[in-house]
């Protein structure tokens, strides 16, 4: 089933620009994550968030967690047309043994910036 | 160091005949995860190895679909009498146990003529 779904499904922006995506889940979480897929390639990672923090930076990528609201946003600043890849967001729950649960997806968002 | 591996990277067969997908988890990575992705999708959760727990197979859609890890390192994905509908890219990823970032390969790309 889905958990987390972002939105909008597609950004076009121009380069310089900044990208907000929105990412919402439905179930209580562990860790959020977002990954950057480029074409046919595999999914890099690039940021995650635990549940006990509000937000987290790193270079040129914002990430907030609200978990009242259970969603998340990722913020690309100063955008660049390398930037231009799909982004997934990806939950992760609790286990009984604290170990490492699966990861569930949303369906991405394009992204695509203009130079 | 090596990321994950995936071979092959591409594989075109023929629907009825068994393919087998391997996989090459980063060393010392304790947890391996199949995923599947189908064209312009998300990535749907297959299967989860975690140390010498039983795995999570939950995402296995059917029985023609088997993986197994060995040693606790290496694992190949088992797909049987291949069908159109398992044309996909198939992921998989690795992770310790903490942090939970999981790192993945570059996918197979499994085409059923």
């Known amino acids: 089933s889905q958990q987390g779904e972002e939105d909008p499904q597609a950004l076009s922006i121009q380069e310089g620009e900044n990208a907000t995506m929105n990412c919402s889940y439905k179930t209580s979480i562990n860790n959020l994550q977002w990954y950057r897929q480029n074409s046919g390639r595999g999914l890099v990672h690039l940021i995650l968030i635990r549940s006990n923090e509000r937000e987290k930076h790193s270079g040129r990528l914002r990430v907030t967690l609200d978990t009242s609201k259970k969603s998340s946003s990722l913020l690309i600043t100063a955008s660049r047309a390398a930037d231009t890849a799909s982004y997934f967001c990806a939950t992760d729950r609790l286990t009984y043994t604290g170990a490492n649960s699966k990861l569930t997806f949303g369906k991405g968002i394009t992204l695509s910036v203009r130079p | 160091g090596a990321g994950v591996s995936q071979s092959p990277s591409n594989k075109v067969t023929e629907k009825g005949k068994d393919v087998e997908l391997r996989c090459d988890p980063i060393?010392?990575?304790?947890?391996l995860y199949w995923y599947r992705q189908s064209l312009g999708q998300g990535l749907e959760f297959l299967i989860y190895f975690q140390g010498n727990s039983a795995p999570d197979k939950s995402g296995l859609p059917s029985d023609r679909f088997s993986a197994e890890r060995t040693g606790g390192s290496v694992s190949t994905l088992t797909i049987q009498r291949t069908q159109q509908e398992d044309s996909a890219v198939y992921l998989c990823?690795?992770?310790?146990?903490?942090?939970?970032?999981?790192?993945f390969g570059p996918g197979t790309r499994l085409t059923v003529t």
């Open positions: 060393s010392g990575h304790t947890a």
């Open positions: 990823a690795s992770s310790s146990m903490v942090p939970y970032e999981q790192y």
